[in-house]
């Protein structure tokens, strides 16, 4: 079955280290979000693409950083992790063309920075 | 700008009690309106969008562009409905969407 995973779903690091976590779709969606989820403000957008070679910057997007050189995957930087980067992210992707205009959610990666 | 604005962070019902989540939305434009669901360590999940009308779960929810209101309905609430709930939208179809904060519905038996 196509799906989308996330990888680590767990990462401890310490301030100041860089941090890559990984997103990995089968779908061949264009389009890739990457989220992060924290208490009292629910999910906002980092960075998200519409296909290779094309990234924007989300709501919250200081700090972090992506790159798509293939349909399948959006790996999201963290170039110097930061305490306040403490957060639940989460990758989805969706496929414009399809009617319902669904985003698929991967199971998100927990990361702690200390 | 776009806004999505959940105004409980909390909802506790009894076992057959109606619910109703509330969601208000601004959006110049015509957008696109989704309720998402995240049941206990599970991934987000759609539940519903206002294009279809249909009902999820026994779930509806009705867009009032007068009122810029999209709130989610259920006659009678189960201890299975007990989740975190998003309103979100979008300019388009599959495009990024803009969430709210979230309310958590707990039923109690």
């Known amino acids: 079955d196509a799906e989308i995973t996330q990888s680590p779903r767990h990462k401890i690091t310490e301030t100041g280290r860089q941090v890559t976590l990984a997103c990995h779709q089968t779908w061949n969606h264009n389009n890739m979000f990457w989220y992060r989820q924290d208490l009292g403000h629910g999910l906002r957008l980092i960075h998200y693409?519409?296909?290779?070679?094309?990234?924007n910057k989300g709501e919250v997007s200081d700090g972090y950083s992506v790159s798509r050189s293939n349909t399948e995957d959006l790996p999201l930087t963290l170039e110097s992790a930061a305490s306040s980067q403490t957060s639940v992210y989460f990758c989805?992707?969706?496929?414009?063309?399809?009617?319902?205009?669904?985003?698929?959610f991967g199971e998100g990666s927990r990361l702690t920075v200390l | 700008a776009q806004r999505v604005t959940q105004p409980e962070k909390l909802l506790s019902v009894f076992k057959g009690a109606p619910v109703e989540l509330k969601c208000n939305y601004s959006?110049?434009?015509?957008?696109?309106l989704f309720w998402y669901v995240q049941y206990s360590r599970q991934r987000l999940q759609l539940l519903l969008r206002h294009i279809s009308r249909e009902s999820i779960k026994g779930f509806t929810a009705d867009l009032n562009k007068g009122e810029t209101s999209f709130h989610l309905k259920k006659p009678f609430a189960q201890e299975e409905d007990s989740a975190m709930y998003y309103c979100?939208?979008?300019?388009?179809?599959?495009?990024?969407?803009?969430f709210g904060t979230g309310t958590r519905l707990a039923v109690r038996p």
């Open positions: 989805a992707s969706s496929d414009p063309g399809q009617d319902t205009g669904e985003l698929f």
């Open positions: 979100a939208l979008s300019g388009s179809s599959g495009d990024k969407l803009t």
């Open positions: 959006y110049s434009g015509s957008p696109e």
């Open positions: 693409s519409y296909g290779v070679q094309d990234t």
